[in-house]
């Protein structure tokens, strides 16, 4: 099991442009997330999907679009990228739907916007 | 505002000894709590939880205190080891939809 993976793992873009952030988990979890991680703000989530078919914004959602593919893929798009959104960003999985808490982690992309 | 408060940015704790990192929250709707370990480059690892129905959930070297009338948690590692310096995240979760609120971590640097 590969748990979940995240692709790429480092990206440079500038601003204005767009790209699209691969998360993917083996563990047949319902429910998936996007964090962004910046330094002395702790973990901030983005959206989430509750089950397949579903999305909901988080805290910080304006700039960012996400689809829920299927069950295993939930992607994070920004379309016109920002200095603001240079961060580290974090997938993660939960077994869902009355299901324990515990959400399980990507390795992170980390993403730099000049 | 944040509901979730790790006020120690930093611990240092000698190999052996042990390591207390504290938590504490302001939304008396929080029932469930979790602390994850996080290494540089790498996605956190949930490391234990505790209900709000208990007070004490232990894994190993590894025991979670909850404090509910003061709004407090606390993880306690024992005994330390170099291998546990990493960046520790306090996590609380209300309501059906399980989202976590998080804190702002605490470096917990174990020297040998």
């Known amino acids: 099991n590969a748990g979940v993976t995240q692709t790429p793992k480092f990206q440079v873009l500038k601003t204005g442009q767009s790209m699209t952030l691969q998360c993917a988990q083996d563990?047949?979890?319902?429910?998936m997330y996007w964090y962004r991680q910046d330094p002395g703000m702790g973990l901030r989530l983005i959206y989430y999907s509750a089950s397949e078919g579903t999305t909901d914004k988080g805290e910080v959602p304006n700039g960012y679009n996400v689809s829920r593919l299927n069950k295993r893929e939930f992607s994070l798009r920004l379309e016109s990228a920002a200095p603001s959104q240079t961060s580290v960003y974090f997938c993660?999985?939960?077994?869902?739907?009355?299901?324990?808490?515990?959400?399980?982690f990507g390795p992170g992309t980390r993403l730099t916007v000049t | 505002d944040q509901q979730v408060k790790q006020n120690s940015p930093s611990l240092s704790v000698q190999e052996g000894r042990i390591s207390i990192l504290n938590c504490d929250y302001t939304n008396s709707m929080f029932d469930y709590f979790l602390w994850y370990k996080k290494y540089p480059a790498e996605g956190p690892t949930f490391l234990i939880s505790?209900?709000?129905i208990k007070d004490k959930n232990e894994d190993g070297r590894f025991t979670v205190f909850l404090n509910k009338s003061a709004k407090h948690l606390s993880l306690h590692i024992v005994p330390s080891q170099p291998g546990d310096s990493a960046v520790y995240f306090c996590a609380a979760s209300a309501g059906n939809n399980r989202k976590l609120i998080w804190g702002l971590g605490t470096s917990l640097a174990v020297n040998p």
């Open positions: 993660a999985s939960r077994a869902g739907q009355g299901g324990s808490y515990e959400q399980y």
């Open positions: 505790i209900s709000s």
């Open positions: 563990m047949n979890h319902n429910s």
